[in-house]
């Protein structure tokens, strides 16, 4: 019920593509999901959230797609470059709860 | 921008050696958090810390694991008697209050029990 499944484990894609990069979660409960980026030998870096009263939330070239009857929520990165070459990990935390749930990361990188 | 910062960066010790990590979190921030990432895998919550005492813990901070405030600027993480599965980063992390979501990541301690 704690936790949070995240896929693919890597992925690579053309500078200019989309990368898509899925969470899925079990517990309705949850009520903030963030999506942090990681750079090697640097801590996680919060790149953008979402609350489930929203179904999408956009910062720039990152979109957080939410579905919130499938349980599931999605980053998009558009117009990829190298420079997004990171790990990225979704995380869920459920109301009043201090913790952060991590799924397991997703190794991006864009090749030029 | 204020930052989280964390000492030592790397931290190597002995099997059964007591460790300290240290944190320094963002100076207005109100809620503490350790979290580990064993090389590869994903990040665990370790404990959180507000008011001077531990608000939420996980399975993993178990008797070896405490945390303190000692004064008004350090947040610090021990490990009394290190293991071999204790080798991990380290990660401190704060936040301003309960009703703000993010979690602001200090670089990180990467301890290696030998």
Redesign the interface.
Known sequence: QQQVKQSPQSLIVQKGGISIINCAYENTAFDYFPWYQQFPGKGPALLIAIRPDVSEKKEGRFTISFNKSAKQFSLHIMDSQPGDSATYFCAASPPSAYQLIWGAGTKLIIKP | EPE?TQTPSHQVTQMGQEVILRCVPISNHL?F?W?RQILG?????LV?F?NNEI??K?EIFDDQFSVERPDGSNFTLKIRSTKLEDSAMY?C?SKVG?ST????????TRLTVL
């Open positions: 989280v809620y958090y979290y895998q994903k990040v665990e919550f959180s507000y608000s939420e996980s990660f992390a309960i979501d993010t979690q602001y990541f200090g670089p990180g």
